[in-house]
Protein backbone atom coordinates (compact mmCIF):
# COMPACT_ATOMS: atom_id res chain seq x y z
CA UNK A 1 0.00 0.00 0.00
CA UNK A 2 1.27 3.30 -0.81
CA UNK A 3 0.84 6.51 1.70
CA UNK A 4 -1.95 8.32 -0.53
CA UNK A 5 -5.32 9.02 1.09
CA UNK A 6 -8.79 8.13 -0.15
CA UNK A 7 -11.57 10.18 0.36
CA UNK A 8 -14.85 9.25 1.49
CA UNK A 9 -16.05 9.08 -2.06
CA UNK A 10 -13.51 6.49 -3.04
CA UNK A 11 -14.29 3.71 -0.70
CA UNK A 12 -15.05 1.17 -3.34
CA UNK A 13 -15.02 -2.58 -2.98
CA UNK A 14 -13.72 -4.20 0.40
CA UNK A 15 -10.39 -3.52 2.68
CA UNK A 16 -8.57 -5.50 0.53
CA UNK A 17 -9.43 -4.37 -2.92
CA UNK A 18 -8.11 -0.77 -1.65
CA UNK A 19 -4.91 -0.02 -2.86
CA UNK A 20 -4.65 3.33 -0.72
CA UNK A 21 -4.66 4.19 2.95
CA UNK A 22 -8.34 5.35 3.47
CA UNK A 23 -7.87 8.87 5.68
CA UNK A 24 -10.42 9.14 8.38
CA UNK A 25 -11.08 12.36 8.86
CA UNK A 26 -12.57 12.04 5.93
CA UNK A 27 -15.64 9.23 7.38
CA UNK A 28 -18.41 9.58 9.14
CA UNK A 29 -19.21 7.34 12.23
CA UNK A 30 -21.54 5.29 10.16
CA UNK A 31 -18.56 4.93 7.48
CA UNK A 32 -16.25 4.38 9.74
CA UNK A 33 -17.68 1.46 11.68
CA UNK A 34 -18.65 -0.18 8.23
CA UNK A 35 -14.50 -0.22 6.89
CA UNK A 36 -13.52 -1.40 10.76
CA UNK A 37 -16.06 -4.06 10.53
CA UNK A 38 -14.72 -5.15 6.78
CA UNK A 39 -11.04 -5.30 8.86
CA UNK A 40 -12.80 -7.99 11.35
CA UNK A 41 -12.93 -5.61 13.90
CA UNK A 42 -16.44 -5.28 16.45
CA UNK A 43 -18.05 -2.26 16.32
CA UNK A 44 -17.21 -0.64 18.99
CA UNK A 45 -13.57 0.04 18.08
CA UNK A 46 -15.42 2.43 15.72
CA UNK A 47 -16.23 4.45 18.69
CA UNK A 48 -13.26 4.36 20.38
CA UNK A 49 -11.18 5.42 17.22
CA UNK A 50 -13.87 7.92 16.60
CA UNK A 51 -13.28 9.73 20.17
CA UNK A 52 -9.80 9.94 19.68
CA UNK A 53 -9.62 11.54 16.59
CA UNK A 54 -12.63 13.91 17.10
CA UNK A 55 -12.88 14.35 21.19
CA UNK A 56 -8.83 14.30 21.47
CA UNK A 57 -7.40 15.56 18.30
CA UNK A 58 -4.96 12.42 18.18
CA UNK A 59 -3.22 11.82 14.34
CA UNK A 60 -1.00 8.98 15.46
CA UNK A 61 -2.41 5.25 16.41
CA UNK A 62 0.12 4.46 19.00
CA UNK A 63 -1.61 7.40 20.98
CA UNK A 64 -4.56 5.37 20.83
CA UNK A 65 -3.80 3.38 24.72
CA UNK A 66 -7.15 2.32 24.96
CA UNK A 67 -6.18 -0.03 22.00
CA UNK A 68 -4.25 -2.91 22.27
CA UNK A 69 -0.96 -2.44 20.47
CA UNK A 70 -1.42 -5.38 17.70
CA UNK A 71 -5.12 -3.55 16.92
CA UNK A 72 -3.21 -0.21 16.48
CA UNK A 73 -0.79 -1.90 14.38
CA UNK A 74 -3.26 -3.29 12.13
CA UNK A 75 -5.36 0.19 11.72
CA UNK A 76 -1.68 2.17 10.70
CA UNK A 77 -1.86 -0.52 7.72
CA UNK A 78 -4.68 0.66 6.37
CA UNK A 79 -5.56 3.83 7.84
CA UNK A 80 -4.04 7.38 8.17
CA UNK A 81 -5.36 10.62 10.03
CA UNK A 82 -4.10 13.71 8.54
CA UNK A 83 -4.14 17.51 8.09
CA UNK A 84 -3.23 19.81 5.87
CA UNK A 85 0.44 20.84 5.43
CA UNK A 86 0.74 24.18 6.07
CA UNK A 87 2.72 26.55 3.34
CA UNK A 88 2.75 29.29 5.27
CA UNK A 89 1.57 30.97 8.11
CA UNK A 90 0.64 34.68 8.52
CA UNK A 91 -0.26 36.46 11.67
CA UNK A 92 -2.34 39.95 11.91
CA UNK A 93 -1.64 42.53 14.05
CA UNK A 94 -5.18 42.00 15.20
CA UNK A 95 -4.55 38.53 16.11
CA UNK A 96 -6.39 37.09 13.05
CA UNK A 97 -4.45 33.95 11.99
CA UNK A 98 -4.34 33.19 7.80
CA UNK A 99 -2.62 29.49 6.83
CA UNK A 100 -2.10 28.66 3.17
CA UNK A 101 -2.27 25.07 3.81
CA UNK A 102 -0.67 22.56 0.68
CA UNK A 103 -3.66 19.90 -0.53
CA UNK A 104 -2.00 16.14 -0.89
CA UNK A 105 -2.25 17.11 -5.03
CA UNK A 106 -0.20 19.96 -4.23
CA UNK A 107 -3.22 22.54 -4.37
CA UNK A 108 -3.63 25.13 -2.12
CA UNK A 109 -6.31 26.70 -0.01
CA UNK A 110 -6.72 29.52 2.88
CA UNK A 111 -7.93 29.24 6.21
CA UNK A 112 -8.57 31.79 8.65
CA UNK A 113 -8.91 32.05 12.11
CA UNK A 114 -10.18 35.41 13.69
CA UNK A 115 -10.12 35.48 17.47
CA UNK A 116 -13.09 38.00 19.09
CA UNK A 117 -14.20 38.55 23.16
CA UNK A 118 -16.63 36.22 22.90
CA UNK A 119 -15.93 33.61 21.12
CA UNK A 120 -13.18 32.30 18.01
CA UNK A 121 -14.40 31.75 14.36
CA UNK A 122 -12.71 29.64 11.56
CA UNK A 123 -13.25 30.72 8.17
CA UNK A 124 -12.47 27.55 6.31
CA UNK A 125 -12.32 27.03 2.04
CA UNK A 126 -14.76 25.06 0.22
CA UNK A 127 -12.97 25.10 -3.16
CA UNK A 128 -9.73 25.91 -4.63
CA UNK A 129 -10.29 28.89 -6.59
CA UNK A 130 -13.74 29.85 -7.67
CA UNK A 131 -16.16 30.17 -10.89
CA UNK A 132 -18.21 33.01 -9.58
CA UNK A 133 -15.92 35.48 -10.33
CA UNK A 134 -17.50 38.66 -8.40
CA UNK A 135 -15.80 41.70 -9.33
CA UNK A 136 -15.29 43.16 -6.03
CA UNK A 137 -13.77 39.20 -5.04
CA UNK A 138 -10.13 38.52 -5.01
CA UNK A 139 -10.89 34.72 -5.01
CA UNK A 140 -12.95 35.19 -7.86
CA UNK A 141 -9.62 36.21 -9.96
CA UNK A 142 -8.29 32.80 -9.42
CA UNK A 143 -9.74 29.69 -11.67
CA UNK A 144 -11.85 26.86 -10.17
CA UNK A 145 -9.43 23.91 -9.87
CA UNK A 146 -11.21 21.06 -7.85
CA UNK A 147 -13.86 21.23 -4.36
CA UNK A 148 -12.49 20.31 -1.41
CA UNK A 149 -13.02 16.85 -0.15
CA UNK A 150 -14.32 16.04 3.28
CA UNK A 151 -11.30 14.96 5.08
CA UNK A 152 -9.91 18.60 3.63
CA UNK A 153 -12.66 20.57 4.56
CA UNK A 154 -12.48 18.80 8.19
CA UNK A 155 -8.85 19.00 8.07
CA UNK A 156 -8.63 22.92 8.53
CA UNK A 157 -10.86 22.36 11.49
CA UNK A 158 -8.90 20.13 13.10
CA UNK A 159 -5.49 22.36 12.41
CA UNK A 160 -6.92 25.52 13.70
CA UNK A 161 -7.71 23.19 17.00
CA UNK A 162 -4.23 21.74 16.90
CA UNK A 163 -3.01 25.45 17.00
CA UNK A 164 -5.24 27.20 19.52
CA UNK A 165 -4.60 23.68 22.15
CA UNK A 166 -8.37 23.38 21.91
CA UNK A 167 -7.88 19.50 22.96
CA UNK A 168 -10.14 17.82 24.66
CA UNK A 169 -13.25 19.10 22.14
CA UNK A 170 -15.22 19.15 25.27
CA UNK A 171 -12.78 21.58 27.18
CA UNK A 172 -14.86 24.51 28.41
CA UNK A 173 -12.44 27.06 27.42
CA UNK A 174 -12.25 26.01 23.99
CA UNK A 175 -11.33 29.09 22.12
CA UNK A 176 -12.62 27.19 18.45
CA UNK A 177 -16.55 27.99 19.00
CA UNK A 178 -17.82 29.37 15.25
CA UNK A 179 -17.39 27.67 12.05
CA UNK A 180 -17.77 30.12 8.58
CA UNK A 181 -18.02 28.53 5.64
CA UNK A 182 -17.12 31.93 3.60
CA UNK A 183 -13.06 31.55 2.84
CA UNK A 184 -12.49 30.29 -1.17
CA UNK A 185 -15.14 28.99 -3.15
CA UNK A 186 -18.92 28.81 -3.33
CA UNK A 187 -19.98 26.19 -0.75
CA UNK A 188 -23.09 25.05 -2.54
CA UNK A 189 -21.10 24.25 -5.35
CA UNK A 190 -19.33 21.80 -3.16
CA UNK A 191 -22.90 20.76 -1.35
CA UNK A 192 -22.41 17.71 -0.79
CA UNK A 193 -19.18 16.99 0.75
CA UNK A 194 -19.99 20.21 2.56
CA UNK A 195 -23.01 19.07 4.19
CA UNK A 196 -21.06 15.59 5.35
CA UNK A 197 -18.07 17.79 6.60
CA UNK A 198 -20.85 19.45 8.26
CA UNK A 199 -22.44 16.30 9.91
CA UNK A 200 -19.01 15.40 11.41
CA UNK A 201 -18.27 18.40 12.68
CA UNK A 202 -21.69 18.93 14.30
CA UNK A 203 -21.73 15.51 15.71
CA UNK A 204 -21.92 14.88 20.01
CA UNK A 205 -19.75 12.45 20.12
CA UNK A 206 -17.09 14.60 18.42
CA UNK A 207 -15.97 18.51 17.87
CA UNK A 208 -20.22 19.26 19.00
CA UNK A 209 -20.54 22.30 17.17
CA UNK A 210 -23.66 23.70 17.08
CA UNK A 211 -25.31 24.27 14.09
CA UNK A 212 -26.55 27.69 15.32
CA UNK A 213 -22.75 28.28 15.57
CA UNK A 214 -22.06 27.40 11.71
CA UNK A 215 -22.59 29.73 9.10
CA UNK A 216 -22.46 29.08 5.31
CA UNK A 217 -22.16 31.98 3.11
CA UNK A 218 -23.56 31.65 -0.45
CA UNK A 219 -23.68 33.57 -3.47
CA UNK A 220 -27.11 32.38 -4.02
CA UNK A 221 -27.41 28.91 -5.43
CA UNK A 222 -31.25 28.84 -4.95
CA UNK A 223 -31.25 24.93 -5.75
CA UNK A 224 -29.33 24.24 -3.15
CA UNK A 225 -30.34 26.78 -0.15
CA UNK A 226 -33.95 24.91 0.54
CA UNK A 227 -31.84 21.86 1.05
CA UNK A 228 -29.30 22.87 2.93
CA UNK A 229 -31.93 24.38 5.23
CA UNK A 230 -33.53 20.92 5.41
CA UNK A 231 -30.95 18.76 6.00
CA UNK A 232 -28.05 20.97 7.68
CA UNK A 233 -29.77 23.66 9.42
CA UNK A 234 -27.65 25.68 9.78
CA UNK A 235 -27.16 30.05 9.85
CA UNK A 236 -27.95 31.10 6.45
CA UNK A 237 -25.83 33.99 4.97
CA UNK A 238 -26.46 35.91 1.78
CA UNK A 239 -23.83 37.19 -0.30
CA UNK A 240 -26.11 40.15 -1.61
CA UNK A 241 -24.29 43.22 -1.99
CA UNK A 242 -26.56 45.16 -4.63
CA UNK A 243 -30.24 45.79 -4.67
CA UNK A 244 -31.33 45.85 -8.34
CA UNK A 245 -30.61 43.02 -10.89
CA UNK A 246 -28.47 45.49 -13.09
CA UNK A 247 -25.80 46.38 -10.81
CA UNK A 248 -25.86 42.76 -9.01
CA UNK A 249 -25.55 41.05 -12.33
CA UNK A 250 -22.31 42.89 -12.67
CA UNK A 251 -21.04 42.57 -9.30
CA UNK A 252 -22.14 38.59 -8.23
CA UNK A 253 -22.71 37.07 -11.94
CA UNK A 254 -24.59 34.06 -10.58
CA UNK A 255 -27.59 36.57 -10.50
CA UNK A 256 -28.05 36.55 -14.33
CA UNK A 257 -29.25 32.54 -13.82
CA UNK A 258 -30.65 33.24 -10.26
CA UNK A 259 -32.67 36.73 -10.14
CA UNK A 260 -33.08 38.68 -7.02
CA UNK A 261 -36.60 37.25 -7.32
CA UNK A 262 -35.85 34.11 -7.16
CA UNK A 263 -33.32 34.56 -4.28
CA UNK A 264 -35.48 36.25 -2.05
CA UNK A 265 -39.05 33.85 -2.49
CA UNK A 266 -36.33 30.88 -1.56
CA UNK A 267 -34.87 32.50 1.54
CA UNK A 268 -37.93 33.45 2.69
CA UNK A 269 -38.80 29.53 2.81
CA UNK A 270 -35.34 28.82 4.44
CA UNK A 271 -36.10 26.59 7.04
CA UNK A 272 -36.57 27.57 10.73
CA UNK A 273 -36.07 31.64 10.28
CA UNK A 274 -37.08 33.35 12.86
CA UNK A 275 -36.99 36.65 14.66
CA UNK A 276 -34.46 34.55 16.84
CA UNK A 277 -32.51 32.93 13.80
CA UNK A 278 -32.43 35.51 10.75
CA UNK A 279 -30.61 35.60 7.50
CA UNK A 280 -27.85 37.52 7.00
CA UNK A 281 -27.24 39.67 4.10
CA UNK A 282 -23.81 41.05 3.22
CA UNK A 283 -23.69 44.06 1.89
CA UNK A 284 -20.06 45.01 0.79
CA UNK A 285 -19.93 49.11 0.94
CA UNK A 286 -18.42 50.49 -2.48
CA UNK A 287 -17.73 53.77 -2.84
CA UNK A 288 -20.51 55.65 -5.57
CA UNK A 289 -21.59 52.17 -6.41
CA UNK A 290 -24.38 50.77 -3.94
CA UNK A 291 -23.26 52.88 -0.88
CA UNK A 292 -26.39 56.10 -1.83
CA UNK A 293 -29.31 56.65 0.86
CA UNK A 294 -31.54 55.46 -1.51
CA UNK A 295 -29.64 51.91 -2.07
CA UNK A 296 -30.13 51.03 1.81
CA UNK A 297 -34.12 51.89 1.35
CA UNK A 298 -34.69 49.90 -1.44
CA UNK A 299 -32.40 47.15 0.46
CA UNK A 300 -34.91 47.62 3.20
CA UNK A 301 -38.39 46.99 0.47
CA UNK A 302 -36.23 44.35 -0.64
CA UNK A 303 -36.05 42.31 2.62
CA UNK A 304 -38.92 43.22 3.82
CA UNK A 305 -40.75 40.63 5.72
CA UNK A 306 -37.95 38.00 6.35
CA UNK A 307 -35.95 38.03 9.67
CA UNK A 308 -32.95 39.37 9.31
CA UNK A 309 -29.65 41.34 9.97
CA UNK A 310 -27.78 43.25 7.30
CA UNK A 311 -23.80 42.48 7.55
CA UNK A 312 -22.40 45.78 6.09
CA UNK A 313 -19.18 45.34 5.13
CA UNK A 314 -16.21 48.04 3.69
CA UNK A 315 -14.14 46.68 0.77
CA UNK A 316 -10.80 45.41 1.40
CA UNK A 317 -8.91 46.36 -1.16
CA UNK A 318 -6.78 44.25 -2.83
CA UNK A 319 -3.60 44.30 -5.60
CA UNK A 320 -5.38 45.25 -9.30
CA UNK A 321 -9.00 45.94 -7.43
CA UNK A 322 -11.37 48.39 -9.47
CA UNK A 323 -12.95 49.78 -6.06
CA UNK A 324 -12.73 51.79 -3.43
CA UNK A 325 -14.03 51.77 -0.06
CA UNK A 326 -16.90 53.67 0.66
CA UNK A 327 -16.46 56.84 2.96
CA UNK A 328 -17.07 55.86 6.59
CA UNK A 329 -19.60 58.37 6.40
CA UNK A 330 -21.59 57.21 3.99
CA UNK A 331 -21.20 53.57 5.60
CA UNK A 332 -22.98 55.50 8.73
CA UNK A 333 -25.26 56.87 6.51
CA UNK A 334 -26.39 53.63 5.22
CA UNK A 335 -26.66 52.28 8.92
CA UNK A 336 -28.88 54.37 10.45
CA UNK A 337 -31.65 54.17 7.80
CA UNK A 338 -31.07 50.54 8.08
CA UNK A 339 -31.23 50.99 11.83
CA UNK A 340 -34.17 52.87 12.15
CA UNK A 341 -35.75 50.39 9.58
CA UNK A 342 -35.97 48.14 12.52
CA UNK A 343 -32.97 46.16 11.10
CA UNK A 344 -29.79 45.39 13.32
CA UNK A 345 -26.74 46.33 10.50
CA UNK A 346 -23.42 46.19 12.37
CA UNK A 347 -20.91 47.20 10.11
CA UNK A 348 -17.66 44.82 10.01
CA UNK A 349 -14.57 45.66 11.19
CA UNK A 350 -11.78 44.36 8.51
CA UNK A 351 -10.03 41.72 10.27
CA UNK A 352 -6.57 40.79 8.95
CA UNK A 353 -6.65 43.12 6.30
CA UNK A 354 -2.76 43.47 6.68
CA UNK A 355 -1.96 39.62 5.78
CA UNK A 356 -4.99 39.65 2.68
CA UNK A 357 -7.14 37.59 5.22
CA UNK A 358 -10.23 39.96 5.69
CA UNK A 359 -13.50 39.60 3.58
CA UNK A 360 -13.18 39.35 -0.08
CA UNK A 361 -9.33 39.03 -0.31
CA UNK A 362 -8.47 35.31 0.30
CA UNK A 363 -6.42 34.21 -2.68
CA UNK A 364 -4.10 31.18 -2.59
CA UNK A 365 -1.07 32.31 -4.28
CA UNK A 366 0.85 29.29 -5.02
CA UNK A 367 0.93 29.62 -9.42
CA UNK A 368 2.25 32.78 -8.37
CA UNK A 369 5.04 32.13 -5.95
CA UNK A 370 5.88 28.79 -8.17
CA UNK A 371 6.11 31.33 -11.34
CA UNK A 372 8.77 33.79 -8.95
CA UNK A 373 10.79 30.80 -7.91
CA UNK A 374 11.14 29.87 -11.50
CA UNK A 375 13.15 33.04 -12.07
Request: charged share 20%; hydrophobic share 40%; aromatic share 6%.
Amino acid sequence: MTSQALGRSDLKGTIAELPKLINLTGLSLAELTEVLIELGLPKFRAKQVWSWIWRHGVTDFQDMNNIAKPIRELLAKHFIITRPAISRRQQSSDGTIKWLIRLADGQEAETVYIPEDDRGTVCISSQVGCTLTCSFCHTGTQRLVRNLTVDELCGQILLVMDELGDWPAGNPTRRLTNVVLMGMGEPLFNYEYVAQAMKIVMSGDGIGISKRRITLSTSGIVPEIARCGEELGVNLAISLHAVSDTLRNELVPINKKYNLELLLDTVRNYPGLSNARRVTWEYVMLDGINDSPEDAKALIKLINGIPSKINLIPFNPWPGSIYQTSKPEKIEAFASIVLRAGYASPVRTPRGSDILAACGQLKSDSVRLRARERV
